[in-house]
């Protein structure tokens, strides 16, 4: 997520309704997951570069269509648990007062040292239990490396890497890998960079 999780608050468990009571006037974004509430910290250049790229890409492909594009602060709804992806993209026509995502089809992770484990567990179980969701895609930002798990797929793997395309079906739209990376400052592309693989940006 643009906000990489911290600890769990040293607090009692609380109810659904006391942390979205608190979460409507927090300064700062929480994760509910198991009745525990988790601050969220800011993220680095690359976190979010990769971030807005995607964000980017999938607005204007989804624009005059009743999909909307969110980023970081939306939160998504997981039963009991609620959780702020990087980037979900939810076609279900929400009202203008909703504050969480009930129907994501699509739900995009970039990678941290503080989230992984979580990104690739506890998350993705919940994940893969929506009914709406098809494709969960996970962005590693040290380094050039895409994952892609789709329900028609029966969230099998898929990795991408640069030179790459990937397609999410859901919304009919391919991204170059090079795309998703672009302004990312990690060895991986630096290197890329250097030999000419991929093109510098003034």
């Not at 890409?57 to 999909?67: D, F």
């Not at 930002?141 to 793997?157: A, E, G």
Request: hydrophobic share 40%.
């Amino acid at each position: 997520m643009s906000q990489v999780r911290q600890t769990p608050i040293p607090t009692p468990r609380v109810t659904e309704a006391d942390y979205l009571h608190a979460e409507q006037l927090a300064d700062t974004r929480h994760e509910f997951i198991d009745g525990v509430v988790y601050a969220m910290a800011g993220a680095g250049y690359n976190h979010n570069c990769i971030a807005a790229n995607i964000a980017r890409k999938l607005g204007n492909h989804l624009e005059g269509t009743p999909c909307a594009t969110f980023i970081a602060d939306m939160k998504v709804r997981l039963g009991r648990d609620y959780v702020y992806p990087d980037v979900v993209v939810d076609c279900s026509k929400m009202a203008g007062d909703d504050y969480f995502a009930t129907a994501p089809i699509v739900i995009v992770e970039v990678l941290s040292k503080s989230t992984r484990k979580t990104d690739t567990t506890t998350k993705l179980i919940r994940y893969i239990n929506l009914p709406s969701l098809q494709e969960y895609m996970l962005i590693e930002p040290d380094f050039v490396s895409v994952q892609v798990l789709r329900r028609v797929n029966h969230w099998q793997s898929e990795y991408f890497y640069l030179g790459d395309s990937v397609t999410l079906a859901a919304l009919d739209l391919t991204l170059a890998v090079a795309d998703i990376y672009d302004r990312v400052n990690n060895q991986d592309m630096e290197e890329f960079r250097r030999e000419g693989i991929v093109e510098v940006k003034a």
